[in-house]
């Protein structure tokens, strides 16, 4: 029997199959997304800008894809993605930066963790260390310089990254718009909403994200409506059509 990339109850496999939580990190991702120095890497290929919900569902799959492989699949999925990349590489005739790649590591991590949080799973500090440890499998297995050698390195180089690689650029505008036009007005302010209590501070202020209290009142009845077998309902009415079988599809549990 072939041996796991991420053992069958880790905490990293409840966060990632648990399709609530996989759509909070979708979301906080699409915030941060367009603040990345090397955003303009995503538009190269021209499919962000035309599909920016599909290519960020994308990324998401392949993080499911390799957290729910057998070891050997998880590193061919691995390889794939290293793969895309060069190919973008050598069509720009230019090297993405190890930075930007560390960004994105970045993210599934520290939204993996604020998304179980936000649903009101408490993580202990080595859930916490033990979802760094899979996604810093992820980028060594890319090769990438400059990880981080634990934990408590990485919380120290997030909060580094956070105020020295996020700008606010012509980029981030577009994006927004891009997600206004995609998911239209109500679920675009929606948006905005969970992410003003799901990303961090500095994300927070870059994208002057509203700041309404009142909105944890709507994230404690969706727990109950959870519980309750309402959150199918809940989320045909936020998300869009065109997305339900890639929602679905989110859910592993």
Not at 219 to 234: E, M
């Amino acid at each position: 029997m072939n041996p796991l990339f991420v053992h069958s109850d880790s905490i990293v496999r409840k966060i990632w199959g648990n399709a609530d939580m996989v759509l909070l990190i979708f979301a906080g991702s699409a915030a941060e997304f367009p603040l990345n120095r090397a955003v303009d890497w995503l538009y190269f290929t021209g499919r962000l800008p035309s599909d920016p919900l599909g290519r960020l569902f994308s990324t998401v799959q392949y993080a499911q894809q390799i957290v729910f492989a057998e070891y050997d699949s998880a590193l061919a999925a691995i390889d794939k993605i290293t793969a895309i990349h060069k190919a973008v590489e050598a069509s720009r005739k230019d090297r993405i930066p190890d930075t930007a790649h560390l960004d994105v590591l970045f993210m599934l991590i520290d939204y993996s963790i604020r998304s179980a949080e936000l649903l009101g799973h408490t993580l202990a500090e080595a859930e916490k260390m033990e979802v760094f440890d899979v996604f810093h499998r992820v980028g060594a297995r890319m090769g990438l310089e400059g990880l981080p050698n634990d934990y408590l390195h990485w919380r120290g180089m997030r909060a580094v990254y956070l105020q020295t690689n996020l700008v606010r650029s012509t980029y981030t505008y577009d994006l927004y718009r891009q997600y206004r036009r995609h998911l239209g007005p109500i679920r675009y302010y929606l948006l905005r909403q969970v992410q003003s209590l799901l990303v961090p501070k500095r994300v927070r202020q870059l994208l002057s994200l509203p700041r309404l209290p009142l909105f944890y009142a709507v994230v404690w009845l969706y727990r109950i409506s959870r519980w309750l077998k309402f959150d199918r309902l809940i989320k045909a009415l936020l998300l869009p059509a065109a997305y339900k079988m890639e929602i679905a599809g989110l859910d592993k549990r």
